[in-house]
């Protein structure tokens, strides 16, 4: 009977005060709501093991990831089919390789499409634990020597471009121009390994090689089944002591694989492969951290606004400790008062949280709807481990905000208050933890704004730095070549074909000109080390790093580049024979500071003792920038090959004059009039190129965005409630101080000289922290120098601003009144 009239005591006093009850339930809604979305987030696009249709984890065995150029390597299959071979904690295994091809004879005027595929060992489908839903997996026969070739197709592909035909199984799909049978269609959202559309066996002969091999077309992955009860780690362990004995068996050329930095080969959690994630995975991390830190202090905020509303009542509390009433009965009425403000947050926080997952998966396809590049896992849901984490965030809430206020009535001198009522009731304890949470907020809110603050503008900056080229009136596209018509050697009819689609679409009146590049300026990203013929370092990682790319003749001025020293290439450079390079003006000026670059010799190395030809430079040109300016994979320093010695897909930038959409037109029209099965890829504005690199850590900066805005809400209103409710506490002891002689002025100093070291106390541990993180950050990111300043220097100014208005906004009223209103 008792519990239910503290539970009706406890719901009216909320009634009473509905503004506070409003402001207190909104900040348990947001802090809450951040945390269960977060979680989900980072549960299901990287944390979460990846099971699919079994019971054990999925593990990704993969090459070293290398972080100059941002992404995993493959591996010699020579070695992961050792590990299939050997291993005893693997439940099963199956290679694969992923790329891009083209389909054709689709039928219903159709023309060739672009599709991700998937090259893999017989048994994928068996290990992922999914069947098509027509016809049929593949076989072990399918991957023998002179089989039938095979392919397995997407349910997206049936759908779209087969009009869901009845009678696709054993029709023929032309792939990459080669005739191929379709056996099976996949069941709907199933692209395993990660966006595949169509899947076609290995060869045996692939799989299984007799000797090691450093070619890079022979290079794959391999993805695993863990056995019940075996962890990660156990593999890990397991894989390293099997390669230790395995490399020492190795011939000499590929001793080095024993010794590589990175690991040549790692085993980890399947949703590490997306490259993205993994060398981003800091900025996730530090999302987690900042989210950790807005839900203590939307704790802190709630739990002084009802430690305020104790000190209001505690005279009431003094009458009833004095009249017999347990103090366990009281801390159950407080614990009551947190439990309904956090349980009704709590509704609304999965709410908001269900909102923010919708409204994360419409911008996920936004964000992959051109490239096609979105992972299946990367599809968000409230599951009930996320609801378990709410459940188990509002205890802690409850627990918090309530044991802080019930800690400070029950410590108090019972007596004091009686006698002297609410003002004169604050001890040295409860001055010490008024002070503690005061440092606390200042802390914790520097590290989520100034976290939030320099990735923000270092985000802000990269979306606007100047890349060295101009992209007006520029439309870029991705060209994809059959290889079955257009071999990779000899290269010449590629190159004609490049070449005569310059000329065809040149012709046109409203087109200035058009150019290729292996990547354009402003994207890609990624460096190797090379030597100066002369100057070789000792160790290979002591020499410089560039970035290499291809590029067709007279290509610079289509991209608002130019030759600043020597020459372009040109048809000579066909005749010759030799590789000339072009290197961009940073690295001249940077590596041949006496202006004797022209005619030096560079080559690019690797840690197997690999390089490349001796390349002759010929040239200078303007600088550009290839990848992100936030990316520590960017490269500043570029030396350019001629497209027409290296069989590498292009891509292609159009300056056109008029309308982009006549433009974009214009050139689909040109490349279908020249083969059918030649294939454009994201056709869009070059703008728009360079940005989609870092749209998912701009939509992650997005969350900071909300994260730093959330922060400050709550560092403002808890700051100021902390230090008005501290001041409040000691109206009794400021009535003395002026009763005494004080003036206003001199009481106002001394609390805001009290404000200054607390202040500087929780800045400095909070500026420390925020340090820390952004070294973590700046392993995997460029953080400009701006950023730094503004985050470092301008939220610590901020900060200092607010704490010296909330102390003097509530001294301030108080000095106004009469020192006898204090007194009594």
Not at 88 to 116: C, F, P, Q, W
Request: hydrophobic content about 45%.
């Amino acid at each position: 009977m008792s519990c239910w009239i503290d539970v009706k005591y406890a719901f009216r006093l909320l009634l009473k005060k509905p503004a506070f009850s409003a402001t207190s339930i909104l900040i348990v809604a947001i802090g809450l709501g951040l945390t269960v979305y977060t979680y989900s987030l980072l549960s299901q696009l990287i944390f979460k093991p990846l099971t699919m249709q079994g019971t054990t984890p999925l593990i990704a065995i993969e090459g070293e990831f290398r972080a100059a150029h941002g992404r995993g390597q493959l591996a010699d299959p020579y070695h992961l089919s050792f590990i299939s071979a050997h291993s005893n904690l693997l439940h099963k295994v199956s290679l694969y390789r992923t790329g891009t091809t083209i389909i054709s004879d689709l039928g219903n005027n159709i023309s060739a499409e672009k599709v991700h595929a998937s090259y893999n060992q017989w048994n994928l489908f068996e290990l992922a634990g999914v069947q098509p839903i027509l016809g049929r997996s593949f076989n072990p026969s399918d991957q023998e020597a002179g089989a039938e070739p095979v392919i397995v197709i997407s349910h997206e592909i049936w759908t779209k471009y087969l009009a869901k035909d009845p009678n696709i199984i054993n029709a023929s799909i032309r792939v990459n121009g080669i005739s191929k049978r379709v056996v099976g269609v996949m069941p709907d959202g199933f692209t395993f390994p990660a966006i595949a559309q169509i899947w076609e066996p290995l060869s045996e002969t692939q799989l299984a090689p007799t000797a090691p091999s450093d070619a890079h077309t022979d290079a794959m992955n391999a993805v695993a089944r863990l056995k019940p009860g075996i962890s990660l780690e156990q593999l890990q362990l397991e894989v390293k002591n099997l390669l230790q004995r395995h490399f020492q068996t190795l011939p000499q050329a590929f001793a080095w694989r024993a010794n590589s930095p990175g690991g040549y080969i790692r085993a980890f959690n399947y949703k590490d492969t997306h490259d993205s994630v993994a060398q981003h995975k800091t900025i996730f991390f530090a999302m987690l951290i900042v989210v950790s830190l807005i839900l203590f202090l939307t704790c802190i905020n709630v739990g002084s606004l009802l430690l305020a509303r104790v000190n209001e009542r505690i005279k009431e509390v003094g009458v009833r400790i004095a009249l017999g009433i347990p103090k366990q009965r009281l801390i159950l009425q407080m614990l009551w008062e947190s439990l309904f403000i956090c349980s009704i947050g709590g509704v609304l926080a999965w709410g908001l949280a269900m909102i923010s997952v919708h409204l994360t998966n419409v911008a996920f396809e936004r964000l992959f709807a051109l490239s096609g590049d979105k992972p299946f896992w990367w599809h968000l849901n409230l599951h009930s481990d996320a609801f378990l984490v709410l459940l188990v965030a509002i205890i802690f809430m409850v627990a918090v905000t309530g044991i802080i206020p019930a800690v400070r009535a029950l410590n108090s001198d019972v007596n004091a208050i009686l006698r002297d009522g609410t003002r004169g009731a604050l001890g040295k304890k409860a001055g010490r933890a008024n002070k503690l949470l005061v440092v606390t907020e200042i802390a914790l809110s520097s590290v989520v704004l100034v976290v939030a603050t320099i990735l923000l503008s270092t985000s802000y900056n990269s979306q606007n730095a100047d890349y060295g080229v101009d992209t007006a009136n520029r439309l870029s596209a991705q060209i994809l070549l059959p290889t079955s018509s257009y071999p990779r050697n000899p290269r010449d009819k590629r190159n004609d074909f490049y070449y005569q689609l310059k000329s065809n679409l040149e012709k046109h009146p409203n087109i200035q000109g058009v150019a290729y590049f292996s990547s354009l300026p402003g994207t890609g990203g990624g460096s190797s080390h090379f030597e100066i013929q002369g100057r070789e370092a000792l160790a290979y990682n002591e020499n410089p790093m560039w970035n290499f790319e291809a590029v067709s003749r007279n290509a610079w001025g289509v991209v608002g580049m130019k030759i600043i020293e020597g020459r372009d290439f040109d048809l000579r450079d066909l005749e010759n024979g030799g590789s000339p390079t072009i290197i961009n003006e940073s690295m001249a000026r940077d590596l041949f500071p006496e202006g004797n670059a022209i005619g030096q010799r560079v080559r690019t190395v690797d840690e197997s003792n690999w390089h490349t030809e001796w390349r002759t430079i010929i040239g200078i040109v303007s600088d550009s920038i290839h990848g992100p300016t936030m990316q520590a994979t960017s490269a500043w320093h570029t030396g350019y090959g001629i497209m027409d010695l290296r069989a590498w897909n292009m891509e292609i930038v159009v300056h056109y004059r008029g309308s982009q959409a006549q433009a974009q037109t214009l050139l689909k029209e040109t490349v279908a009039a020249m083969d059918l099965d030649v294939t454009l890829n994201q056709i869009q504005r070059y703008d728009e190129y360079i940005a989609q690199p870092m749209q998912l850590v701009n939509a992650v900066n997005s969350i900071f965005l909300w994260c730093g805005s959330v922060a400050l809400f709550l560092a403002a209103s808890g700051i100021f409630a902390v230090s008005s409710n501290s001041i409040a506490l000691r109206s009794q002891e400021i009535a003395t101080r002026r009763a005494l002689g004080a003036s206003n002025s001199r009481v106002t100093g001394l609390f805001m000289k009290e404000a200054g070291i607390q202040l500087v106390i929780g800045l400095i541990g909070g500026v420390c922290m925020s340090l820390v993180v952004m070294n973590q950050l700046s392993q995997s990111m460029l953080i400009s120098s701006d950023s730094y300043a503004l985050g470092i220097l301008g939220i610590p100014l901020f900060i200092t601003l607010m704490v010296l208005t909330a102390t003097y906004i509530p001294c301030r009223k108080i000095t106004s009144q009469e020192p006898s209103e204090g007194l009594r």
